[in-house]
């Protein structure tokens, strides 16, 4: 049983878009974290949100965790082909569920 | 550099065989989990060590076992090997408390024909 669903499961833009990734789950986390992976790499933590309605942003990247704490998005800006990659989120109880993963691939 | 070192990188086998993996975690981590990633599976907790003992199991199948050595270093075996157990294996270490953030080391590509 995957806890953690995202939307869309693959997304192919031009560079200079705005997307949204969707992190939906019907169980609550004490925290949820965004990771990036490339191709023949592991994930790289991008951020960890741990309060109910918490907006984080990095640079052209925006983090916001549900009041419920149960689901979260990520928002780019103006998407540049080097945030091409998957995109996981991670929510943590008990142990760690990782996302169904979204891929994205910016076109220059 | 996420600090987190596997080896190999690469592994070739064939179905039946055994192999291990090997995972060196961040210093100061005590804790190692492992996941195995595959196209129609995605990332999948497999199970977790806190120093030296078991914390935490996931989709582990019986044929796999690991464990945590008293220098912190995991071993994740995985032997009677069938080619659905083609995947990639990440190590993940972190200081140990649930939630902690986990770095990812490159992971351990096994191909078994």
């Known amino acids: 049983t995957q806890l953690l669903e995202q939307s869309p499961q693959f997304l192919s833009i031009q560079e200079g878009e705005n997307l949204t990734v969707y992190c939906n789950s019907s169980s609550v986390f004490s925290s949820l974290q965004w990771y990036r992976q490339e191709p023949g790499e592991g994930p790289v933590l991008l951020v960890t949100v741990v309060t109910g309605g918490e907006v984080k942003k990095l640079k052209r990247l925006t983090f916001q965790f549900g009041d419920a704490r149960k689901d979260s998005s990520l928002h780019i800006t103006a998407a540049q082909p080097g945030d091409t990659g998957l995109y996981l989120c991670a929510g943590a109880s008990n142990q760690f569920y990782f996302g169904t993963g979204t891929s994205l691939t910016v076109i220059p | 550099d996420s600090g987190v070192t596997q080896t190999p990188k690469h592994l070739i086998t064939a179905t039946g065989q055994r192999v291990t993996l090997r995972c060196s975690p961040r210093?100061?981590?005590?804790?190692v989990y492992w996941y195995q990633q595959s196209l129609d599976q995605g990332l999948q907790f497999l199970i977790q060590?806190?120093?030296?003992?078991?914390?935490a199991k996931g989709n582990i199948l019986e044929r796999f076992s690991a464990q945590q050595f008293p220098d912190l270093h995991s071993e994740l075996n995985l032997s009677s090997l069938e080619l659905g157990d083609s995947a990639l294996y990440f190590c993940?270490?972190?200081?140990?408390?649930?939630?902690?953030?986990?770095?990812f080391g490159a992971g351990t590509r096994l191909s078994v024909l």
């Open positions: 210093s100061g981590d005590l804790s």
């Open positions: 060590y806190y120093n030296g003992e078991e914390r």
């Open positions: 993940a270490s972190s200081a140990g408390r649930p939630g902690n953030i986990q770095y």
